[in-house]
Every structure is written in C-alpha cells, then in structure tokens.
C-alpha cells in the first residue's frame, strides 16, 4: 500500500458514497471527510476530519487541515463549497484538488446565466427566459399563457437552492403564485431567488446524465433513474396534508426535492442515446464553455434532460458535481480504481483510463424525516409537513445492526449524542437521514433487498417511497 491521504469534502450520503470508493483503492491508506456525519467513520479506511475536536467547515479550515494532515488529493462533493471558489484556494496554496473551478461551477450557480450559455452554443434547451423583476414576469406569464393554452411551464430561481428550487406550474394562476413565493414573500429560497428562470415545460421523460471532464476529453459515467417528487403518484392524501401544512395553496402540487431514491443502470438509456448526448450536449458543452469563457471544466458534470418522445435530447439544468442519491447507486458499480481515475482527471490523462462497470444492478431508498409530532415539555404538540418542507431532527435512530452486511447504508444527517440516560446514541440531523442501498444480478433482487432492510430501521417519523424500482422489474 502507498498509503494516499484522501480528503473528502462533504457533509451528505454522497460524501459517503465517494469515501467509501475511495477506500476501496488499494493506492489509499485514509479517507478523511468534512464536514461528514456518523456514518464517514463506518467506512474501512474512513475517519471524521477534527480540528481541536471539531469538523473543519469553512474553506479556508478545510485547507488547513489538508496542509496539516499532507492530503494527497482532496475530492469536492457540494456545490456550495464549489461556488465559493475551494477548487481555485486550494491550488493557489499547492494543493491537488478535483473539482471545477468557481468560474465553471456558474453553470450550476446560475440557471440563468447558463441557459444563455447554451443557446450561445446551439445546444438545445426548452424556449425559456430570465426575470430579475417580479411584475415583467408576471407579465410574461399572462403573455404566455394567452398563446399557449394548456402549456405548462417551469419556475426555477437562478441560485442554488439544494435541488429544490425548480417549481413545475400546470396553470396561470399557479405560475403567478410562484412567482410571489420565490421573488416577493415569502421568499422560499432567499437570495437564490433574486432572479428566476421561466421556461416551456416540455413533454418526454427526465433523464440525468452523468460525465466526466479533464477539461478536453469527456467519457460519460453510468447513470441512474432517480426520483425527485417526494411522493409517489398514489399518495395524494400525503401531498394534499404536505401542502395543507406547508401554507402551499396549491394542495396537488407534488413537491420535488433533493432525490428520493433510484437505482443504477438506467433502464432506457442504451449506447445510441448516450452518443446523441455526447455528440449534441455534453461535448459541445465543455467545449465551447472553455472557448466563450477560456477556462476549462475539469471534475463532474451531470445534466438534467428532458427527452422527447423521439429521443431529441434538451437540457433542463447543469450540475457541475455528482448527485445525491444517484452517487450512492452509481460508484458501488464502478470496478475502475476511483483514486486513480481522479489521478487521471487532475493529470489530463482522462483518455488513457478506461471505465470498467459491475454488471450488477444496485437500488437505494431514501429515508427522510417526515411528519412528524415531537411532545413540546407543555405537553402540546407541534405538527411539521416534514421534508423536503419544514422537519424535526434529533430523532434517535435505531436498527443498523439488523441491516445484512452486504447491504450499504449512506449516512445523509445522522450524529452521535448522549440520551436522556447518557447512553451514546444514534439521532437524525437532517431532512434526508440516509440512503440504503441493496445490490443484485437483477433490478428485482437488489429491490426487493432495500425494501426487507430498510423496515429494520427506525426513527420518529421516518418516511420513505415505497415505489423506487416500481414499474421496471
């Protein structure tokens, strides 16, 4: 063993996702993760990153630990760190890092700014525009309902807003209420919604495309269906309470967030669709970005798509990371030495490492923290729509040891703590609180894994779909 240092970036499932491939590295010694939850130290080879007994978070405490601690390569999961320029501080300062560059994290950063982008370069996204004054896309709306009778169309505010910030309006009305909550009161995702992007919702199915850059050559990685509405299509009495709860007035409107749950390999997308991709979205994508702006992408890069019912790809959004939960069903599959392939990356070599894939299906499920009553010391009760709306956290959680062994578990937002006796216990941080993950030779096995060891597990108010992988096996 050469005995690598690994730091990992990031406080989510994913994080855990990418510590433990690299873990499974013969090349790397220790996986240090931050900020990481409980579960980062589960991982063999994976320890919490601590400075003075505590997670570094900030940019500049992440480069002090990888200094302190003679990281040899540090890998960037959240977008947020992203955005705020960790890639372009840390080898300012000599340190590898694997990531985009805070001026190619914009394409996530900025909806807005990216679409035009992308129609810059001819690359084909639904027929949109951008806002930065609520009463002109008030106005727009109006116009565009009147000539599109029965189109609907999509909200999405410009910043990051983890993977909740993209509203779909099936009427005028509803697109004028959206408009409201994101730009005027109350204003659901802050200064992310400052501006906004209205597009044309088009008619296909979603896919998300995930790739690889080193800045000149592009492979695309597996992929995974993934599911993003918090419930499924027969819980309407769940979406209307969700709502009801939520001071949503729209009580259908099914709420996306940061992903459910999914499996890997994707069932529809075959080598014809992913070389239309490559050839009309993804190349001309990291092409021309570094051509119109002179910086190259290096890292992840996935693509939210809509394809139509001839399979003519459109691009809905850029992410310049991997996905959360699709990482968690992804890197479990891939038999390339993940350190060595980020090596690759950083070192422009990107063509000479082949990715080699297990051909074994793997399904995650979610669990998130849910409706839930938490007993005030009054003896009243508060009830909270749950995630991805507002939601209770320091629920203990029990059952991991009932959990098979060859079963993965993902930690989301879990933290150990003391209980009321002082006993050292498991409790939830987060709306999203893990990700299970069951592998199998067929999509029908591995699912029907996740769903027999996801029931060992409890905690107040755990809530999880109960139809990931439904309708494909």
């Known amino acids: 063993m050469s005995g690598k240092r690994v730091f990992v970036v990031?406080?989510?499932?994913?994080?855990?996702?990418?510590?433990?491939?690299?873990?499974?590295?013969?090349?790397?010694?220790?996986?240090?993760?931050?900020?990481?939850?409980?579960?980062?130290?589960?991982?063999?080879?994976?320890?919490?990153?601590?400075?003075?007994?505590?997670?570094?978070?900030?940019?500049?405490?992440?480069?002090?630990?990888?200094?302190?601690?003679?990281?040899?390569?540090?890998?960037?999961?959240?977008?947020?760190?992203?955005?705020?320029?960790?890639?372009?501080?840390?080898?300012?300062?000599?340190?590898?890092?694997?990531?985009?560059?805070?001026?190619?994290?914009?394409?996530e950063n900025s909806k807005c700014t990216t679409k035009d982008l992308l129609k810059g370069l001819n690359v084909p996204v639904p027929p949109c525009k951008n806002f930065g004054d609520p009463a002109a896309a008030r106005e727009y709306v109006q116009q565009f309902c009147s000539e599109n009778p029965g189109h609907g169309l999509v909200i999405k505010a410009d910043g990051l807003a983890a993977g909740k910030g993209s509203i779909v309006c099936s009427t005028e009305e509803e697109a004028r209420s959206t408009i409201e909550r994101i730009m005027v009161s109350p204003k659901l995702f802050g200064k992310a919604g400052e501006r906004i992007e209205i597009e044309k919702r088009l008619e296909g199915r979603e896919l998300m495309f995930f790739a690889l850059s080193d800045g000149?050559?592009?492979?695309?990685?597996?992929?995974?269906?993934?599911?993003?509405?918090?419930?499924?299509?027969?819980?309407?009495?769940?979406?209307?309470?969700?709502?009801?709860?939520?001071?949503?007035?729209?009580?259908?409107?099914n709420p996306n967030t940061g992903g459910m749950g999914g499996f890997s390999p994707h069932p529809w997308l075959d080598e014809e669709l992913t070389e239309k991709i490559m050839n009309k979205i993804a190349l001309p994508t990291v092409h021309g970005f570094h051509e119109a702006t002179g910086h190259e992408y290096v890292g992840v890069i996935y693509f939210g798509l809509m394809i139509s019912e001839d399979r003519e790809p459109s691009v809905l959004e850029i992410n310049v990371r991997l996905g959360d939960p699709e990482t968690q069903v992804i890197l479990p599959r891939l038999e390339t030495d993940f350190f060595l392939l980020s090596e690759a990356l950083l070192d422009r070599k990107l063509a000479s490492v082949p990715l080699q894939?297990?051909?074994?299906?793997?399904l995650g499920i979610c669990a998130t923290s849910g409706r839930a009553i938490k007993p005030h010391s009054s003896g009243g009760g508060e009830e909270r729509p749950g995630y991805p709306g507002d939601h209770y956290t320091n629920m203990?959680?029990?059952?991991?040891?009932?959990?098979?062994?060859?079963?993965?578990?993902?930690?989301?937002?879990?933290?150990?703590?003391?209980?009321?006796?002082?006993?050292?216990?498991?409790?939830?941080?987060?709306?999203?609180?893990?990700?299970?993950?069951?592998?199998?030779?067929?999509?029908?096995?591995?699912?029907i894994k996740a769903y027999d060891n996801i029931k060992r597990i409890?905690?107040?108010?755990?809530?999880?779909?109960?139809?990931?992988?439904?309708?494909?096996v």
């Open 10 to 107: 990031d406080a989510g499932g994913r994080g855990n996702a990418i510590a433990h491939a690299f873990a499974k590295s013969g090349s790397v010694e220790t996986v240090f993760v931050a900020p990481g939850n409980a579960g980062s130290e589960m991982i063999e080879k994976c320890r919490l990153a601590t400075v003075q007994g505590k997670p570094p978070k900030t940019i500049l405490e992440l480069l002090a630990f990888a200094k302190q601690e003679r990281i040899d390569m540090t890998f960037v999961g959240p977008e947020g760190y992203l955005s705020d320029g960790i890639v372009n501080i840390f080898q300012e300062e000599g340190q590898r890092i694997l990531g985009p560059k805070k001026e190619a994290a914009i394409l």
């Open 216 to 253: 000149r050559t592009v492979q695309p990685l597996e992929s995974a269906l993934d599911y993003k509405q918090a419930f499924s299509a027969d819980e309407t009495v769940a979406v209307r309470l969700f709502n009801k709860l939520s001071n949503n007035p729209y009580l259908e409107n």
């Open 357 to 362: 894939w297990s051909r074994d299906y793997c």
């Open 396 to 447: 203990p959680l029990t059952g991991l040891e009932k959990v098979d062994p060859a079963v993965l578990v993902y930690h989301n937002g879990t933290a150990f703590g003391q209980d009321a006796t002082g006993k050292r216990r498991l409790f939830t941080t987060g709306g999203r609180v893990l990700t299970l993950v069951a592998r199998g030779h067929s999509l029908a096995e591995a699912r």
């Open 458 to 472: 409890r905690f107040n108010g755990m809530r999880y779909r109960k139809d990931i992988g439904q309708g494909y």
